[in-house]
Every structure is written in structure tokens, then in C-alpha cells.
């Protein structure tokens, strides 16, 4: 009898030692998807792609998206990769090979940012295409704006002024983005169905490589004077480069006889939109966009699969793969003179930013742009 007693006694310790080991585990259902409880693990790595092409990658995405993690208590390692694409590959090697559990990269083109893809998807990484899809890439999600829906805003604007200056026809200039961007492709793809649909033809069309805003005012100063000017408006596929297209035309004194028009709501573009020496920019909330990557890349780190699919709730064709990436798409805004003091509102730019001279602080006071 004693015997079966200490034999109970020895099976009843290894059953609450086992119990203990059990209750401290942590690992949080890690890739299934009830993992939304446990701690993040690993640290997010960022890839912005330069500088040159927009303001918004170090003015905003950089901060947004820093902060975000931050409250979260998740590690994050953001570095741009200037427009070098083999900087690109080496910040990568070293997120990769430095315990990143997620990557979300700005492509500079498809074919290098599939490289890294690969490499990540090779350690185990998940990978997150940030604004930018790769085309043949294979992220495993995709946050971005409807990029055909900004590029239709971009045309439905422009119509807008055309008409507003009485020109119901007539030719038109399309100034595009890099030709290595997919996401140029997209806006052009909506822009240009626009302004046909609105009744007017195409009479010039190039693309700027790498978004370079010199490049673009060559190319536009060749495009206007081989028209001789010959154009009722120009579709600008960004700030920068609406701003190369607004220094031509002031140049040529078009400056209110052309609309033109970009988007991302930079300042200068803002500037010019309360000036009139640009027709509309369209706002994209890049602070909604760099929570919805964060909150996506943070879900990923605790291994709540199911978590990020259903913050994913969207798909982008890749026409390379044909395959459908799961995606989160957020919607861009059309922002003429009158909706300036939304983005003030937002708290995305500073009005004492906009209103710097007599001429833009009278037409501040005109729209409502007002310090708060």
C-alpha cells in the first residue's frame, strides 16, 4: 500500500510540473491565427525608396509609421534607400539577416524588389508591398491607395478645369511617372480613360524615369515646344511633377490658359493650388496608409495570420503572376482651392507652411486656410 501511495504521489508532481511548463509558454499560436494576444516578436523592417521623388517618404511615412510602432512596443529599423537599388539590396541583406520578422519595402522597380522578396520569403520573412506593388514579387500583402481611383480623380480634375476655362476639346499632355513604378502605370491607366471619356485627345505623352523632377521639366519643356504650346491641359502625375510642368508654363506666361495638375498634397502643390497655378492635387491620407501598414506588420509579428488577413480584406491582381495579393486599399481625395483646409484640418501640413507671402496668405484668407 505505501508503495502505490508514493507511486500516486510521483505521477501527481510530473502532472503539475507539466502543467507549470505549459502555463509559462508563450509562443501565442505563432502563424495560425488566434496569435492576436501573444507579444510581438522580431522587429519590423522599413524600406523607403528616396527622396527625390516625393517630400511625403521622410516628411511623413518615416514618422507615421515610427510612431506607430513605437506605441505598439514593436522594434522597427526604417532606413530610404536614397534610389540606389543596390543600397536597397544591401539594407535588406542587413534587416534580414538582423532579425526583422516582417519587411514592408517601397520598391524602387519589381525586378530588384523581387530579389529581396525572395530572400525574405527564404528566412521565414512575411513581407508587406508598402504603396508600391511588386509586380512577380509574391509579398504576401499589399497596402496602397486605389491607384487607378487617384489617377481618375487626377483626369476628372483636370476635365473639370478645361471646362471651367471654356475648353470643351482639344489636345492634351500627359506627364507620367517612372516607367518602372506599377504605380504610374495605374494612375495613368486613370487619368487617360478620364480625359478621353471627357472628349479630348492625347497629344503628347511621356513618362519621367525615377520620378525626377528635373528630368520631367526637360521632357516637358521638349513636349511643349515641339506643340508650340499647342495644349488645353496637362495631366501631371505628381506634385513634383506638376510642378516641373507649372515652371514651363509660367515660363511661357500659360500659367492660368493650361491647367495642370499632380497629386500627394505637398506643400508646393498645395501652394499652387490656392494660386491657381494648379488646377487640383489629390490628397492620399498617408498617415491612414502608414497605420494600416503598421497595424498589418504588428499583427505579423505576433503571428496573427488570421488577424492581418482580415485587416486585408482587398486583392490586387499581379499581372505578372496573375495571382490576387491580399491587400488593404485605402481611397485618395480630389483637393481643389476650396478643400485646402481639409489637409490643414487634418493636421497633415501647417497653414503658417502655405501662407509664407502676401499673394498665398490673401488667397488663405479667400479658402478658409487658417492657423489653427
Not at 124 to 141: E, F, P, Q, S
Not at 343 to 363: M, P, R
Amino acid at each position: 500500500m505505501f508503495k502505490r501511495i508514493i507511486a500516486l504521489l510521483s505521477v501527481l508532481a510530473m502532472a503539475v510540473t507539466v502543467a507549470a511548463c505549459g502555463g509559462n509558454d508563450d509562443s501565442g499560436g505563432g502563424g495560425g491565427g488566434g496569435g492576436g494576444s501573444s507579444k510581438p516578436k522580431g522587429k519590423v523592417g522599413v524600406i523607403l525608396p528616396d527622396t527625390a521623388s516625393s517630400v511625403r517618404w521622410e516628411s511623413f511615412d518615416r514618422k507615421y509609421l515610427g510612431d506607430a510602432f513605437k506605441a505598439a512596443g514593436v522594434d522597427s529599423d526604417i532606413q530610404n534607400a536614397n534610389g540606389d537599388k543596390q543600397k536597397f539590396a544591401t539594407i535588406a541583406d542587413q534587416m534580414i539577416n538582423g532579425g526583422a520578422s516582417v519587411l514592408a519595402i517601397v520598391n524602387l522597380d519589381s525586378p530588384s524588389a523581387a530579389t529581396v522578396i525572395k530572400k525574405a520569403h527564404d528566412q521565414g520573412i512575411k513581407v508587406i508591398d508598402y504603396d508600391r506593388l511588386t509586380l512577380g514579387g509574391g509579398a504576401d500583402y499589399y497596402v496602397s491607395f486605389d491607384n487607378v481611383a487617384v489617377g481618375t480623380n487626377i483626369g476628372q480634375g483636370l476635365v473639370k478645369c478645361m471646362q471651367k476655362n471654356g475648353n470643351k476639346s482639344g489636345p492634351v499632355a500627359l506627364l507620367n511617372g517612372s516607367p518602372t513604378d506599377n504605380n504610374a502605370t495605374l494612375f495613368k491607366q486613370g487619368y487617360e480613360k478620364a480625359i478621353k471619356d471627357g472628349g479630348y485627345s492625347i497629344a503628347a505623352d511621356q513618362s519621367v524615369p525615377d520620378w525626377d523632377n528635373t528630368k520631367a521639366g526637360t521632357i516637358f519643356e521638349q513636349m511643349y515646344t515641339k506643340a508650340n504650346g499647342n495644349f488645353v491641359g496637362v495631366a501631371a502625375a505628381n506634385d513634383g511633377l506638376g510642378g516641373a510642368v507649372a515652371a514651363v508654363l509660367k515660363r511661357n506666361g500659360d500659367t492660368n490658359k493650361v491647367p495642370t495638375t499632380g497629386q500627394d498634397a505637398t506643400p508646393e502643390g498645395l501652394q499652387r493650388v490656392l494660386t491657381g497655378a494648379q488646377c487640383l492635387t489629390v490628397y492620399k491620407a498617408v498617415k491612414k496608409e502608414a497605420d494600416a501598414a503598421a497595424k498589418l506588420a504588428i499583427a505579423l509579428t505576433k503571428g496573427d495570420t488570421a488577424g492581418a488577413d482580415k485587416l486585408a480584406s482587398g486583392t490586387v491582381k499581379d499581372t505578372e503572376t496573375n495571382q490576387d495579393v491580399k491587400s488593404v486599399l485605402l481611397q485618395p481625395e480630389s483637393i481643389f482651392p476650396e478643400d485646402v483646409k481639409k489637409v490643414v484640418a487634418d493636421g497633415f501640413v501647417k497653414a503658417s507652411d502655405l501662407c509664407t507671402t502676401a499673394t498665398l496668405k490673401q488667397a488663405c484668407s479667400k479658402y478658409g486656410v487658417n492657423a489653427s
